[in-house]
């Protein structure tokens, strides 16, 4: 007789319940993440700040024009916590119009949480072809951590104590 027995390393990991909140926005896509994490370069990110319109609209002419997208380019989109990244792909599902405006799907501004007329920061990295939205709830969270580095002694990259 033959017992039945699962083998555990053809097992997926259980996720939690919130993992599925952070799936990107297409499939298949393959972003790189660690990059964007690292320790930006001095004067090599292009900021500026937008305002989302009712049909998920956003542009700073900025941000678009450091990048070079133009009108026909393709993106992929995804959600990384609160934050929204895209970066250019030719095989992307979404699509840069006759102007330098940037579309946030219904599912992307759902899933980052921001709503028509809300401010945000655009971080354009044009060595990675990147340009990253963060909402300004994002924006005080790192701002609040980095003052609170400041607060409480920590050393911050640019960090001199000045003595008497």
Do not use: C
């Not at 102007?99 to 921001?114: D, E, F, M, Q």
């Amino acid at each position: 007789m033959v017992t039945e027995r699962k083998i555990a390393p053809l097992l997926p990991p259980r996720l939690p319940a919130s993992a599925g909140r952070q799936l990107l926005a297409t499939r298949g896509s393959h972003l790189p993440v660690a990059e964007l994490l690292a320790p930006p370069r001095a004067g090599s990110l292009v900021y500026g700040m937008g305002k989302l319109d009712t049909w998920g609209v956003v542009s700073n002419r900025d941000t678009i024009q450091t990048l070079g997208w133009a009108a026909g380019d393709r993106f992929q989109i995804a959600v990384v916590g609160v934050s929204i990244v895209v970066h250019r792909d030719p095989g992307g599902v979404f699509e840069m119009g006759p102007k330098p405006y940037l579309v946030l799907p219904a599912t992307v501004r759902h899933r980052s949480g921001v709503q028509s007329g809300d401010r945000v920061l655009m971080a354009a990295d044009p060595h990675h072809d990147v340009l990253v939205v963060h909402p300004l709830a994002a924006l005080d969270s790192m701002i609040a951590t980095y003052h609170s580095s400041l607060t409480t002694g920590g050393d911050t990259p640019t960090s001199r104590r000045i003595e008497n």
